[in-house]
Structure formats: C-alpha cells, structure tokens
C-alpha cells in the first residue's frame, strides 16, 4: 500500500513542533471610505504543532471561515503574526508568499474545484505544473498520490465520469502531492452523502495516523469529534480550545 511518506511525523508531533503560530493576530475589513466594517479576528492566538489533528468550529459569523483564509495564507491579517512553518508570512511579497503557500499547504475545498477538461491525473498534477516540475514526474507523483486515495485504476477518467466522493478523493490526492506540511479542508464533507462522507473521514484518519498535520474548518459535531482537538471562535476570538487522548 502506498503511504504519504510525510516531512510530518508523530515524533515531532508529541516534541510541540510547531506548523502555524498566530499571536494576536487580527483581522479587520474596511469600507471604501475607510470606516471600520467588521473585525472578524479580534486577536487570535493558536498554536498548531505538526502531526495534530484540529478541527476549528463557531457559528455564522464567529471568525472560522477568515481564521481558516489566514491560516492557508489566501488573506492577510491586519494585525499581528503568523508564522507558518517557522516563517512569518507577514513580510513576504505577493509572488513569494504564493510560491510558499504552495509547497506548504495543501488545501481540499467542499466544491472539490477540479477542471472539467483533464484527466485526473492531469487535476492532480497542476500544483506540480507552477512548482515547474517536469511533466513526466508530475504524472508519476500524482499516479501515486491517487494510489494513496484508493484511485489507482481512475488515472485516465474525467472527473464527470467519478462520483462525488471519487471526486473528493481526486482533490485529496491534489491537495497532498505537493508532499505539504498541513493539509487544510474547509468542510470536506459537506456535499457528500453519510455514507461517502464517512469513507472520506476514513481517509483523513489514515493520514493524520501517518503523520499528516490536518485543519479542518466543520460545523458537524460528529466530524470535529474525529479530530484530536476542537477549536472554537466566537465574536472573532478562541471561545475553547480543547485536546481529548
């Protein structure tokens, strides 16, 4: 069976290393006059060390959804730092924080986001493509990372000829083969039925047990009960932070 091989491992997990760290970070969006039109983040602070497994949770309007664009580096803070993976992303140009962003993060959208035109093997090769890696091991990257996810015997289909849980498994597989030092989900399962859910939970259990550091934005509390900690906002701020054996 084909394993992640991950640059995160349990040891560095139980040694506190860290992935993400936020302090006091803030995030503020202003009106075209400038005025103040909602702090979403009112000073966060959030340790993510690697190996752990962190569901971050909060009701419409708590702030999870901007935490989440922060912490995957597609918004900026107004305020504060964020260091990921020991850099902190605050004094990084557009161009280099995307190139960062890139080999670090992986990131698995509820609409799976796949284009419709290539093979999914060609899907799970793109982020290779702006990494310039040649095209022959592009393929062979993604092959294996498809292996991984249980696709192996899909390479050469479209994503319209797959269901919705091969499809998430597609962007699972894309999300990972860039070899990231987190993957991120921002409710992974939400357009999928129980059962296939369930399947793709399976997945994300098999990864963490393998060493894979996982963020995962959910308002279902059966899903954040898989994870080993359960983050959650209210009013912009950490209302709890709870880790359970």
């Known amino acids: ?18 992935v993400a760290e936020l302090r006091a970070l803030r995030k503020t969006y202003f009106k075209p006059d400038g005025t103040v039109m909602v702090e979403a983040l009112k000073g966060v602070d959030l340790v993510v060390n690697r190996g752990e497994y962190v569901a971050i ?10 935490l989440m664009n922060v912490l995957g580096c597609l918004d900026r803070p107004t305020d504060g730092l964020y260091l990921l993976d020991g850099e902190d992303i605050g004094v990084m140009s557009d161009e280099t924080l995307s190139a960062y962003r890139g080999r670090k993060i992986g990131f698995v959208f509820q609409a799976f986001n ?109 899903v954040a009960a898989r994870c080993r900690r359960i983050v959650r906002l209210a009013d912009g701020v950490v209302a709890s932070d709870v880790r359970r054996s």
């Open 1 to 18: 069976m084909t394993t992640l091989a991950p640059t995160t491992t349990i040891d560095e997990a139980a040694g506190g290393v860290p």
């Open 114 to 222: 796949l284009i419709p035109e290539l093979r999914i093997d060609e899907n799970v090769a793109v982020p290779l493509f702006y990494q310039n890696v040649p095209k022959p091991e592009r393929l062979r990257r993604a092959a294996e990372m498809l292996g991984l996810v249980g696709l192996a015997d899909r390479l050469d289909h479209r994503p319209r000829e797959l269901s919705g849980g091969q499809q998430q498994r597609v962007a699972i597989a894309r999300a990972l083969v860039t070899k990231p030092v987190v993957l991120m989900a921002d409710e992974p399962t939400g357009n999928l039925d129980s059962k296939t859910g369930k399947a793709i939970l399976e997945l994300f259990d098999r990864l963490h047990a393998e060493g894979m550091t996982i963020l995962m934005v959910t308002h279902d509390d059966s």
């Open 57 to 66: 949770m909060g009701s419409s309007g708590s702030g999870k959804s901007t």
